[in-house]
T-cell receptor
């Protein structure tokens, strides 16, 4: 399977703990995106990378959230000091794109985070 | 601010008939639009897209129509099949964001009945 891969699929943790999710994009894709989805809503943009550069972060993203893509391949999203409101599905997507063209983003199956 | 809106949370259609899903947007900078389908416990799957230089794009049973003056797009599925039962999301992006950020509607739940 050469699609977008996310691990773990589910994460249950206690409030105040740190969590880290991993995303492996489609191999030839240079862009990687993180979204968050809550029940009854569409995915909400968090941040994206082009190669290893983080090009945009949502202003809704608190300082407790950090994302990296150190070698321009896989990415990690870390949430520090988790809160109840962080419970959501975290989706990763990738695409082959540049500032001069657009291509569809392809999504993984997400990591479902539950905060106890 | 919700810049992409899907005002119908659900749609029920008989197998073999046409499904029409609607989407409205407010940001005139959007110029690339996509539809995704989502099954429970899976990520969104890309269905079809359209650039603002076109007003129609077709791919098999799926056709997307874009009305720029009304800031409205629609997805037609003909004929509808039971496997089409899913949540459908409309999304849009703008060149000012280097098309990096997709803004999604809240989704429409489609149920195809036999």
């Amino acid at each position: 399977d050469t699609g977008v891969s996310q691990n773990p699929r589910h994460k249950i943790t206690k409030r105040g703990q740190n969590v880290t999710f991993r995303c492996d994009p489609i191999s030839e894709h240079n862009r990687l995106y993180w979204y968050r989805q809550t029940l009854g809503q569409g995915p909400e943009f968090l941040t994206y990378f082009q190669n290893e550069a983080q090009l945009e972060k949502s202003r809704l993203l608190s300082d407790r959230f950090s994302a990296e893509r150190p070698k321009g391949s896989f990415s990690t999203l870390e949430i520090q000091r988790t809160e109840q409101g962080d419970s959501a599905m975290y989706l990763c997507a990738s695409s082959l794109a540049s500032q001069y063209s657009n291509q569809p983003q392809h999504f993984g199956d997400g990591t479902r985070l539950s905060i106890l | 601010d919700q810049q992409v809106k899907q005002n119908s949370p659900s749609l029920s259609v008989q197998e073999g008939r046409i499904s029409i899903l609607n989407c409205d947007y407010t940001n005139s900078m959007f110029d690339y639009f996509l539809w995704y389908k989502k099954y429970p416990a899976e990520g969104p799957t890309f269905l079809i897209s359209i650039s603002s230089i076109k007003d129609k794009n077709e791919d098999g049973r799926f056709t997307v129509f874009l009305n720029k003056s009304a800031k409205h797009l629609s997805l037609h599925i003909v004929p509808s099949q039971p496997g089409d039962s899913a949540v459908y999301f409309c999304a849009a992006s703008a060149p000012s964001d280097s098309w990096g950020k997709l803004q999604f509607g809240a989704g429409t739940q489609v149920v195809v009945t036999p």
